[in-house]
Antibody, heavy 115, light 108 residues
């Protein structure tokens, strides 16, 4: 069965960076885009961007342009999302999800930004 | 407009039919996709494309669209359907996704 397993919770200070991983199994990793979505506590879902694991092509929401980088390691079937210049407002659960219809989701990674 | 608008909260009596709506200009050219999210869990896809349900999703769930409004209908909701529901669609560029603000469904 399709599974996306994300890395564990992270705590960072303002101004730092964080890199979250998303390991895929149960399907051909290069065949489906990976999207990243975040959710602050008690808030709605916010789309951050997508990556094509085959080509490495990416597309980012304007809000995150210049601060987010999405990459992959195809030999490990793993996608990565790195967010830099962190601020307290970036405290949220970060999800990876498969394909542009987000048909399978990772379990989420809590990133806490606090001094 | 690059926004999708949902009612923040909707309630329905057990067994009645409820419609959750999502409005936005992008819906004139792009299907809405719907997700259910229960507290502390990741979202789950419930409707995509033209009223398609992933395997394992009850046929109580159906989707429809007219103009700039998409709807998720739950026929005879059960207690376990109480959750937050989110719509999304592609934006006008076709390469980016937009989310609605979510609707909290209460089953009375």
């Amino acid at each position: 069965q399709v599974q996306l397993v994300q890395s564990g919770a992270e705590v960072r200070k303002p101004g730092a960076s964080v890199k979250v991983s998303c390991k895929a199994s149960g399907y051909t990793f290069s065949s489906y885009d990976i999207n990243w979505v975040r959710q602050a506590t008690g808030q709605g879902l916010e789309w951050m961007g997508w990556m094509n694991p085959n080509s490495g092509n990416t597309g980012y929401a304007q809000k995150f342009q210049g601060r987010v980088t999405m990459t992959r390691n195809t030999s490990m079937s793993t996608a990565y999302m790195e967010l830099s210049s962190l601020r307290s407002e970036d405290t949220a659960v970060y999800y990876c999800a498969r394909s542009m219809i987000l048909d399978n989701w990772g379990q989420g990674t809590l990133v806490t930004v606090s001094s | 407009s690059s926004e999708l608008t949902q009612d923040p909260a909707v309630s329905v009596a057990l067994g009645q039919t409820v419609r959750i709506t999502c409005q936005g200009d992008s819906l004139r050219n792009s299907y809405a996709t719907w997700y259910r999210q229960k507290p502390g869990q990741a979202p789950v896809l419930v409707i995509y494309g033209y009223n398609k349900r992933p395997s394992g999703i009850s046929d109580r769930f159906s989707g429809s669209s007219s103009g700039n409004t998409a709807s998720l209908t739950i026929t005879g909701p059960q207690a376990e359907d109480e959750a937050d529901y989110y719509c999304n669609s592609r934006d006008s560029s076709g390469n980016h996704l937009l989310f609605g603000g979510g609707t909290k469904l209460t089953v009375l």
